[in-house]
C-alpha cells in the first residue's frame, strides 16, 4: 500500500473560497435584481397576468423595488390581492396579481440562475 502526502496552504485556499464566494455572490446578486427589475415592470405594464389591476391608479403607482423585494405600498393592496368582504357583507374575490406576477417570474429566475451557474462554471 503506498502513501503520498499532499500539503495544502490553508491560507491560499481560503483567499480562493472567499474569491469564489464574492463571485458566486455577485453573479447571484445580478440575477435577483434583474428579476425584481422584471416583476416591476409586469407590475406596471398595461393587461395581462401579474399586471396590476387599475381603477385609480393609485395601486399601479405605489408599486416599487425595496433592496431585492417588490411590493406595493398602498394600505389596500392586500386587498385586491386576497379578497375582502364589503360593508354588506358580500366578498370580493382577490384579483392575486401578486401571485400571478411571482409564478410567471419564478420559471424565468430558475432559467437565468441555471445560466448564471453554467456561465460560472466556465
Known sequence: ?????????K??????EQKLLALS????????????????NTA???????????????????????????????????HVEYGHRTVDGNYVPGQHFLRDNVNIQGVIFKQDLLKAIKKEGG
Open 1 to 9: 500500500m503506498s502513501m503520498f502526502n499532499i500539503e495544502v496552504n
Open 11 to 16: 491560507t491560499e485556499i481560503d483567499a480562493l
Open 25 to 40: 455572490r455577485v453573479r447571484f446578486n445580478a440575477v435577483v435584481k434583474k428579476q425584481v427589475t422584471q416583476m416591476l
Open 44 to 78: 406596471r405594464s398595461s393587461g395581462g397576468s401579474g399586471s396590476t389591476p387599475v381603477d385609480t391608479g393609485e395601486l399601479r403607482k405605489s408599486s416599487g423595488t425595496y433592496g431585492d423585494e417588490m411590493g406595493y405600498l398602498s394600505e389596500y393592496a392586500p
